[in-house]
């Protein structure tokens, strides 16, 4: 649903509307267990899985509501059950700000450490901390209705996120493989914010994201990354995690950067006569494997057969079969709109990092 618009179909067409009514019957309206601690707010939002009442997932919630939010319905009781749902699940997605001023997936102010400890749980965290990649997503979905940046919510939110940054400039992810995940999940939330994008932690993230670029014009890090920080700027090249590259310095408005034509240019020669991207490496994360899951700085060797090392053998990772054909199309389609933009057309006063340049889409 994001997507398809950004590739220039209507918000009034047959199947946004079709999906949008689906998304609209899937809510979830019931409490879960979430309510032990949040009983004041009513239940919203949507679950990860295809059936998890118990868990709405606020990461999923404040996509849907931010894609809601774009569509249109076409009948005025249509209209109203859509704006019904983008209240509640927005309200309660708010609602659900950890006291850290983080957001976590599903739960609220649940970062004990305790269960990791058990012997069976080889593969890390169990429980559901803030993480920087869920806030910066609800940051985006209270971007789009206008949350001013003085809003507590959204200060709180803004103020966790620039406490994550490292001292590189960029972020680590927890649902998605890595560093690129996380700093492209960022960007674009600061801009939906109204954060000015040249502010200097803002430049640092770009230049990070821009000095990763691999020499073929693509972007990857390996799975590997989690447990052996020095292998986070080494991994295969893959559509999704140049799509996050894309999208994040198309973003910050770094849309006319040489970095970004590259990689526009390698999405393109590389989709397949069926119009889809091949992308057999795992890009998500489901557990890294190691300690308590947290990000580590330094690698140790793991010792023993059970050890857990780069090589993965306790973690969970995924292949999002389908992401590979989204992704792409929301920086295509936001690379040409950025670049017939009144600012793209000339390059005085055009954003630049590292000798940008104007290029158009090449086919």
Not at 161 to 168: L, N
């Amino acid at each position: 649903m994001r997507g398809l618009p950004d590739s220039g179909v209507p918000a009034e067409h047959p199947a946004l509307q079709c999906a949008a009514s689906r998304l609209i019957r899937k809510e979830i309206r019931q409490k879960g267990d979430w309510a032990v601690f949040r009983l004041q707010f009513e239940p919203s939002g949507w679950a990860y899985e295809f059936e998890n009442i118990h868990y709405p997932d606020i990461d999923d919630t404040s996509i849907i509501v931010f894609d809601l939010a774009a569509d249109t319905m076409g009948y005025e009781s249509r209209n109203r059950a859509r704006n019904a749902a983008i209240g509640c699940a927005a309200n309660w997605s708010t609602g659900m700000q950890c006291s850290n001023g983080g957001w976590a997936a599903f739960d609220w102010n649940n970062d004990s450490r305790r269960l990791a400890n058990i012997p069976f749980a080889d593969f890390g965290k169990l429980l559901n901390p803030p993480s920087v990649d869920v806030t910066a997503h609800v940051l985006e979905m209270c971007g789009r209705p206008g949350y001013p940046l003085e809003y507590p919510a959204v200060s709180r939110g803004l103020a966790f996120i620039w406490g994550q940054q490292d001292h590189e400039g960029r972020w680590f992810g927890r649902w998605g493989i890595n560093y690129l995940y996380g700093t492209a999940a960022v960007l674009p939330g600061l801009e939906a914010s109204g954060v000015g994008m040249s502010l200097p932690r803002v430049r640092r993230a770009v230049e990070w994201l821009v000095a990763r670029q691999k020499p073929d014009g693509w972007w990857g890090e390996t799975c590997a990354s989690y447990v052996n920080p020095a292998l986070r700027r080494q991994g295969r090249s893959t559509p999704s995690q140049t799509y996050w590259a894309l999208i994040a310095l198309i973003g910050a408005g770094y849309a006319s950067h040489d970095a970004v034509a590259r990689g526009i240019d390698f999405l393109i020669e590389l989709q397949r006569a069926d119009g889809t991207w091949d992308e057999p490496q795992f890009t998500g994360r489901g557990f890294s494997g190691y300690g308590h899951g947290d990000r580590l700085e330094n690698f140790e060797p793991a010792d023993g057969a059970d050890g857990q090392g780069p090589e993965l053998g306790a973690a969970v990772m995924i292949n999002y079969h389908f992401c590979r054909n989204c992704f792409p199309l929301w920086a295509l389609g936001r690379y040409e709109q950025a670049m017939m933009r009144p600012q793209y057309s000339t390059t005085e006063g055009a954003p630049f990092l590292c000798g940008a340049s104007l290029r158009p889409l090449k086919h």
